[in-house]
């Protein structure tokens, strides 16, 4: 059996009863005491009033009671007005929403890598000026790899040294990556980039090659070199990826020894790095 709880009222109210009770007998017993040591004829003059001193009695237990009961409220409405403070407080100290970066921020600007962030001043991450003994007179081209991590920017003709260079986002780490190449592509897996030799003239052919932007060691592949028949002039160009990203898309153009032109699409496996054609 579970024991019946007494509200602080009740438990209040039924002390009260047991005041009364107790002071009852002692004034009864006070007053036979007392009686004892009085005359006869003052015994009904001195009797106690023990009305009028319950009526005080319940009257300051009333008062107190009332008293308790007013600052039980107070103690309520306090409680109650830090709650709500605490939740607006919480409210305010929320982290304000950041806006999520975009590649389209990064620009080439007077021949700066730039990051121009809406709303706020242009921020040059590769300076052009870092590489005037290269000959460089400005970048042309940048890209950023598919998860935000990497740049890969193309100094272009008609610059004495053009080049292909890859730095972190922040444009830190800058590292030469190739010379007289352009039209740089990051694998889906931002671990690689291919791009092509430039055309520099109408003999030359055109290939696409590979690097290991993650391999400390890594060295440059021509991808595509050997799938060129002898005696033709073949120029590859990068298209994109299959989707499922196992294959390089790519598309090319023939001139032969007698000047006829033919063209063409093509894949290269990934994995096997065979160049397929169809």
Known sequence: MTENKQSPLNKTMASTSNIFESTDEYFLKFSREANKHLPQ????????????????????????L??????????????KAKESLRSKTALTNLPTPTISFSADWIKIQNGNVVLLQPGKD?????????YEQTGITGFSKVSVSPNNKFLCFEALPPVREPAIYISNIDGSNVKLISRNKQNCTFSPDERKIFYVNLLSSKSIPVNI?????????SQEK???????????????????FSSDNQKLICKYEDI???????SGNCQINLETQQVEFF
């Open 41 to 64: 004829d003052l015994i009904t003059t001195t009797k106690p009033k023990k009305k009028y001193f319950r009526f005080f009695l319940l009257i300051s237990i009333i008062v107190i």
């Open 66 to 79: 009332t008293i308790y009961a007013f600052v039980f409220h107070l103690y309520q409405q306090n409680q």
């Open 122 to 130: 242009p921020v040059i991450l590769v300076d052009k000026k870092d």
């Open 209 to 217: 090659f590979e690097f290991d932007i993650l391999e400390p060691d």
């Open 222 to 240: 021509n991808l595509t070199i050997i799938s060129i028949p002898a005696g033709i002039i073949r120029r590859y160009e990068i298209v994109g």
């Open 256 to 262: 032969n020894k007698t000047n006829e032109e033919g």
